[in-house]
């Protein structure tokens, strides 16, 4: 709503529209509701135009449902009447059955917020009702549903008009029920919400093409590694949701699996490597576990070992970067040498890990040494 204050509001409306603001957790899994266009239906009797009504946009299965809330300052303990969008005109919720309507309590301040939530449950009904009409996608919602494990589902069909049209597009929103809460807290300690992943999957040509989509928050994708680092099954030509979507989720709960793995893994092998060379430690990651650095001697060659260690360790492997202290490249960097491949195990404990890095560092130091007086520039 931008920089509009509460106080260009009716006194007895405004609290309603505050509740929507800072209690905002109405709208469907596609995120926060917001409020636009105020607009006054008449003058208040010192002569100001105070706002007495709203347009809320509702999140929705990734559309947009735009409902205008309409109030009158003359009668501001009335309940407001609602008007819905041209695209949902065949949405006629019953009046009777809108509980916090047909009692509105114009002391209490979630008294709004309550029609709403009211309102698109029986628009989820509604939606549910459309995609009965049509044989391929009922079967897809009501299998799902059968499998009781996946309750949280937005569909959305366009208006029926349209819906007779080649181009049709109707989307199935589900919210995958996979538990986070054993991912590390260092991930998820600057997380502004909840953790959650939510599976898009559209349908156009009358169900004839699928396109799923994988949403995660902000926290859960850098937990996995970034954005690039997890791809979803392609749905198949003659796949149905009930067999695809349980594949997503237990991918995703393999994912967590990894990471919980990965993290108290890589506590292990720091501990391990601290244990057999802590004299020659710089310095270490004590927070993800994912680098450690040494200060090593060899025949009064002194080198520098940064250890990179993976998200996925042990199944991937740790980067060796070796650095002189006496050597720069041509552009003045430290002279180094990366080493991805040596002898190497994921089913070696952590103990065994630095007592082999041990054995390959004695191997390759003298090429590195060498490496580093003929190629690289003396300080």
């Not at 946009?57 to 009158?72: K, R, V």
């Not at 989720?249 to 994912?255: A, F, Q, T, V, Y």
């Not at 260690?309 to 040498?337: A, C, L, M, N």
Request: glycine share 4%; aromatic share 14%; proline share 6%.
């Amino acid at each position: 709503m931008g920089s509009l204050g509460l106080d260009e509001f009716h006194p007895k409306i405004a609290k309603f529209v505050s509740t929507l603001q800072n209690d905002n957790d109405v709208g469907g899994l596609g995120g926060r509701v917001q409020l636009v266009e105020p607009k006054t239906s008449c003058n208040s009797i010192d002569g100001r135009k105070l706002y007495d009504r709203i347009t809320v946009n509702i999140p929705f299965a990734t559309d947009i449902l735009s409902w205008q809330i309409l109030f009158n300052s003359m009668y501001p303990d009335n309940p407001p009447d609602f008007i819905f969008s041209p695209a949902d005109s065949d949405f006629v919720p019953p009046l009777e059955e809108i509980r916090s309507l047909v009692n509105w309590d114009s002391s209490d301040p979630k008294s709004l917020k309550n029609v709403i939530c009211e309102l698109i449950e029986f628009y989820k009904a509604f939606q549910v009702e459309e995609i009965n009409r049509h044989t391929r996608l009922q079967f897809e919602y009501s299998s799902l549903m059968n499998l009781r494990k996946f309750k949280d589902i937005e569909v959305h069909t366009p208006h029926r008009r349209i819906m007779k049209s080649w181009d049709a597009v109707v989307k199935f929103l589900i919210r995958l029920p996979v538990d986070f809460s054993e991912i590390p807290e260092y991930f998820t300690k600057d997380a502004s919400g909840e953790d959650l992943a939510i599976l898009l999957v559209t349908y156009q040509h009358h169900g004839e093409k699928m396109f799923p989509q994988l949403y995660l928050s902000p926290t859960i994708e850098y937990a996995f590694g970034g954005a690039n680092s997890l791809r979803i099954p392609v749905f198949p030509s003659d796949g149905c949701l009930f067999t695809y979507v349980p594949q997503v989720c237990e991918l995703l709960e393999n994912m967590v699996e990894m990471v919980v793995k990965g993290f108290t893994k890589r506590q292990e092998y720091i501990a391990a490597f601290l244990s057999h060379y802590g004299r020659s430690v710089l310095e270490y990651d004590a927070e993800s576990y994912e680098r450690i650095s040494f200060l090593f001697e060899n025949q009064d060659f002194h080198y520098i070992l940064h250890i990179r260690i993976p998200t996925y360790f042990p199944k991937e492997q740790p980067e060796f970067v070796f650095q002189s202290v006496y050597h720069t490249t041509s552009s003045g960097r430290q002279y180094t040498q990366t080493v991805k491949t040596y002898p190497y195990s994921p089913r070696w404990t952590g103990s065994e890990m630095a007592n082999r890095a041990k054995a390959f560092m004695e191997e390759f130091i003298s090429d590195f040494k060498r490496s580093a007086v003929t190629s690289g520039y003396s300080r």
